[in-house]
């Protein structure tokens, strides 16, 4: 009987499906174990082989699990909200939820052709309002809490208007914007309603500002960091500038110090990899250092601003003779005598104002250059020195010489303070820039020449020309630096954070609606009772003409307070009925808690997820996904976590117990190369030293020798007439395309699709190469040619059980050397799975079968236990042999065969009998036998005697568990 593996998958899938094989329990006497994948995007492509990577590992180990008798949660869904849907619909007209939805029944189908554990009844979609509504419900409890320092965790904004209200905020130590100024409760209860909010604004853990954010006019919207690559636009590769708007943000940096901390020190709560953990150590970056302010010195253009301004004349931050201030944070607050010149990021909000009108036409024609650089092209730019004299002085602390004030795009507005101190002496970025501009560069170390270049200071370099500081070490010297700067009033110790707020707003259609309107410009929440505030309809997918977000066309979107409910727009009064929020949610919000809501098996409206199923779940106990989530999603969800932890929400402090980030399975990509200002493709082998292109096309075009397929390719509708009349210069009459290791993308052309090959080779041939590629944190190209080796060995799987007359396993006694080789199988297997080690455990299974075939094995003592070894890998072949082998029930949940070192315990040996020296035979005997024994049984062996023919041996040496000599 033959392995029919497309019958055999479909039938199992089906049973799964219809018997809900993979429900999870969310009460259960069985241990638990929680094991999920970073939910995909539906895009329009469908999967690649590379995308079930990681699933397929996660797959082996919840199956693992279950045979360990655990109680396993193994869910899946969709993250479906996002950019792609939109620009389909803006090109098409069609509602990107049209588009997600066909999108979603491709992957489904594709997912479960893999034949994936998955407990489907709990799928969730980001973008069904039902499970937005909680995402939604999330945001508002963000907005009703602040950060309190002393306890150290996010409180209810109510109890913080409390203490306003009877005490004002001068003992408040909370995380709060930087230009919060200090009142009385008296003070409290005069400001009217408007301002109240405005002060609570700025202590609010999701706020409204105005941030500097990355522009991208070509998509209309902001993107994160994270979908910037290299200063262009992940999607669509489109120009992106900094723009100063006004938008939601999340105030993450008031965890900065604890996301470090669960890094660090919560070894139980976070078992990720150093790589992964120092990602985002490195993020957050903490700096211990100073505070240090900086006088500017005041220019007649300066004074006619400050005259003109009430607000900077009277503010408490300044003074009369010094109405601007900079301040910097430096780490080397020792070094303060070696400033020679002072750096802003073009983007700082004194520039404007101290610039002088001699400097002002090269000023802002750099601030506007610097504007279509992304901020990761800045940081990552060492090379490029440019920068822009203001024209303005700032004033020594110490010294009162004057300093020239700069302007750099080395310097970020949003990291720090957007302004640095800069000592040449001391940082190399400085001294190139101060050699470039030919500034002054003091040297204040002691016996050291930095004539060619900045000198990185030691501790244990001492200092000199510093005034009070001279003779001392690094250490002596920043404490004597701080003390000094506090008796000035002009610094103090500090440590800062490169992680800044997150910025929360996006000018999208498709995502999260607001749960917000206004009342005179001021945010109100909408009380959760009346969530979710559900996506309107709009008649186009693009921002207004005037600029405003796609939601600003909708006709349909403003709060009645009296109905609670989305009426017309041409109903707003101001007085009943108020404009609700434009801007929508990022990509990141529905991601960021998304594992809470799989632990709720009937998916209740009236939780995100109930007591019962928190307390039971807690958190994932084995997480799988890609690395380059490392400073969004997964910073992003241990931030949620923490604050949710805070408010009681939740009872863990991190979302991820471990976190394995899968490899990636990269195409071989095909080239043909035209030959340049010609519509001629030259044969690689042909190139030598012609002026060609390399282009890229189809690889289901080229066969397993390189060879093109010119017909098919000009066939092709994708490419048009591209190659309808090219010339193809052949070589021994074939084209033959170059070949080049690449990420499998759609536009490479060397995707490769996974429902050929599970139509072609099968599921759980699928599976097995994609795990015997490599390690599984490892990338490894794909070659379609190399699944023949294991789908050769499923074939031998099937004959091991199967043959011609049916099925051929017996009740006989297993022999020594099966059991052997089934219990060493068992140790290497378990010890894999524990280790992830997918890729060694498959060829475990070919030796396994190989040793058993050839030992006529057909024992069932043996063959099904190693069902069960082969079950997660292979589960669609190993349920119908199983079935066959008698059972009714699904091999799913069966006991994990034990491993018995018995079984591996060698109890003979082979020894080699040899005659002066040379080996003529070998006899097995039991290794308790003595030496005497081992001699007289060799000497009264048949071979023995007849080798020796009548002769009298001179001596015969026996080494126990050796060799026995036999010298004649």
Request: charged letters at 25%.
């Amino acid at each position: 009987m033959s392995y029919h593996f497309n019958e055999i998958e479909k039938k199992w899938q089906n049973y799964w499906a219809d018997k809900q094989t993979f429900k999870a329990e969310n009460n259960s006497d069985k241990p638990k174990y929680y094991v999920l994948d970073m939910f995909p995007y539906p895009s329009g492509a469908g999967l690649h082989v590379g995308h079930p990577l990681g699933y397929i590992a996660s797959d082996i180990y919840a199956r693992y699990k279950r045979h360990k008798g655990f109680n396993v949660l193994h869910p899946q869904g969709y993250d479906s909200f996002g950019l792609p849907a939109e620009q389909y619909a803006i090109q098409t007209g069609q509602h990107p939820a049209i588009t997600t939805e066909t999108n979603i029944k491709t992957y489904r189908r594709q997912l479960d052709q893999i034949g994936f554990s998955f407990d489907w009844s709990r799928e969730v979609r980001t973008s069904n309002p039902e499970y937005y509504k909680w995402t939604q419900w999330i945001f508002i409890q963000l907005f009703e809490s602040y950060y309190c320092k002393d306890s150290n965790r996010a409180r209810p904004i109510s109890e913080l208007i409390t203490v306003f209200e009877t005490e004002g905020n001068a003992q408040i130590n909370a995380a709060c914007d930087d230009d919060v100024t200090y009142f009385t409760a008296e003070d409290w209860s005069g400001y009217a309603s408007e301002e109240q909010q405005d002060i609570l604004l700025k202590y609010r853990l999701t706020y409204l500002a105005e941030t500097e954010v990355n522009w991208c006019p070509a998509l209309g919207t902001v993107l994160a960091n994270d979908e910037i690559v290299n200063g262009v636009s992940e999607r669509g590769g489109h120009p992106v500038i900094r723009k100063k708007m006004t938008q939601w943000s999340m105030r993450i940096s008031a965890y900065a110090e604890r996301l470090l901390h669960g890094i660090d020190y919560n070894v139980e709560d976070l078992d990720w990899t150093d790589s992964l953990k120092d990602i985002q150590r490195n993020w957050i970056g903490k700096s211990v250092g100073a505070s240090v302010t900086f006088n500017v010195n005041m220019t007649s253009d300066m004074l006619k601003h400050v005259q003109h301004d009430p607000s900077e004349r009277h503010s408490e931050l300044v003074s009369e003779s010094h109405p601007y201030k900079i301040e910097v944070f430096t780490t080397r607050p020792d070094t303060i005598f070696g400033v020679s010149f002072m750096t802003l990021a073009p983007e700082h909000e004194l520039v404007s104002k101290i610039t002088t009108e001699a400097q002002k036409a090269d000023v802002d024609a750099y601030i506007e250059a610097t504007a279509k650089r992304s901020e990761r092209d800045r940081m990552a730019d060492v090379k490029t020195i440019s920068g822009v004299f203001t024209g303005a002085y700032a004033e020594h602390p110490f010294t009162k010489e004057p300093i020239p004030i700069w302007i750099g795009d080395y310097v970020l507005a949003g990291y720090g303070t957007g302004a640095v101190m800069s000592v040449p002496c001391g940082d190399q970025r400085d001294y190139d820039f101060a050699k470039h501009f030919d500034i002054p560069i003091p040297n204040i170390f002691e016996g050291v020449d930095i004539s060619e270049e900045a000198y990185a200071s030691k501790d244990n370099v001492k200092l000199a020309n510093s005034d009070f500081l001279n003779g001392m070490n690094y250490k002596k010297a920043t404490k004597r630096a701080i003390y000094e700067l506090e008796q000035l009033g002009q610094g103090e110790g500090k440590t800062n954070y490169r992680l800044r707020d997150a910025v929360f707003s996006r000018q999208r259609y498709w995502g999260e609606p607001f749960p917000v309107y206004y009342v005179n410009g001021k945010p109100q929440m909408i009380d959760e009772k009346h969530l979710p505030i559900v996506l309107p309809e709009v008649e186009k997918y693009l921002p207004t003409e005037e600029g405003e977000p796609p939601l600003g066309r909708a006709d349909v979107w403003a709060w009645d307070t009296t109905t609670h409910s989305v009426v017309s727009n041409e109903l707003i009064d101001n007085e009943h009925v108020f404009p609700l929020e434009l801007n929508t949610m990022p990509g990141w919000a529905g991601s960021s808690w998304y594992f809470f809501r799989y632990m709720e098996d009937a998916m209740r409206d009236e939780v995100f997820a109930s007591k019962e199923a928190l307390d039971y779940w807690e958190s994932v106990d084995l997480y799988i996904g890609g690395s380059e989530h490392a400073t969004g999603h997964l910073l992003y969800s241990r931030f949620w976590v923490k604050f949710m932890k805070d408010r009681g929400f939740v009872n863990v402090e991190e979302p991820f117990k471990k976190l394995i980030n899968q490899g990636m399975i990269l195409g071989t990509s095909a080239f043909v190369y035209r030959e340049d200002g010609t519509n001629r493709y030259i044969s690689s082998g042909l190139i030598q030293d012609k002026n060609v292109l390399p282009i890229h096309v189809k690889v289901k075009y080229v066969n397993a020798s390189d060879e093109l397929d010119i017909d098919g390719l000009k066939r092709d509708s994708e490419f048009g007439d591209d190659y309808s009349d090219a010339e193809f210069v052949l070589e021994n009459g074939v084209y033959k395309v170059g070949r080049e290791v690449e990420k499998m993308s759609k536009s490479k052309y060397n995707v490769v699709n996974p429902d050929a090959i599970c139509e072609q080779y099968g599921a759980d041939s699928l599976r097995l190469y994609e795990m015997f590629l490599g390690p599984l944190e490892q990338y490894k190209p794909w070659n379609t040619a190399g699944i023949t080796g294991v789908h050769g060995f499923l074939k031998k799987l099937w004959k091991l059980y199967v043959d011609d007359n049916g099925l051929k396993v017996s009740d006989t006694e297993p022999s020594k050397d099966s059991l052997k080789t089934l219990h060493k199988t068992i140790k290497k297997v378990e010890e894999d799975i524990e280790n992830f080690s997918f890729n060694t455990s498959v060829s475990t299974f070919m030796i396994a079968v190989n040793e058993l075939m050839a030992q006529k094995c057909n024992s069932k003592a043996i063959l099904e236990p190693l069902l069960i070894l082969i079950s997660p890998y292979a589960p669609h072949i190993a349920e119908e042999l199983w079935n066959r082998l008698g059972h009714n029930d699904s091999i799913s949940t069966v006991p994990f065969p034990k491993f018995e070192e018995k079984h591996l315990v060698e109890s003979s040996k082979n020894y080699p009998i040899s005659f002066n020296g040379k080996m003529r035979f070998t006899l097995e005997l039991p290794l308790d036998m003595s030496k005497d024994e081992i001699e007289k049984t060799v000497m009264a062996h048949e071979k023995t005697i007849a080798q020796l023919d009548g002769r009298e041996p001179k001596k015969v040496i026996v080494v126990p568990g050796k060799i026995v000599n036999i010298v004649g």
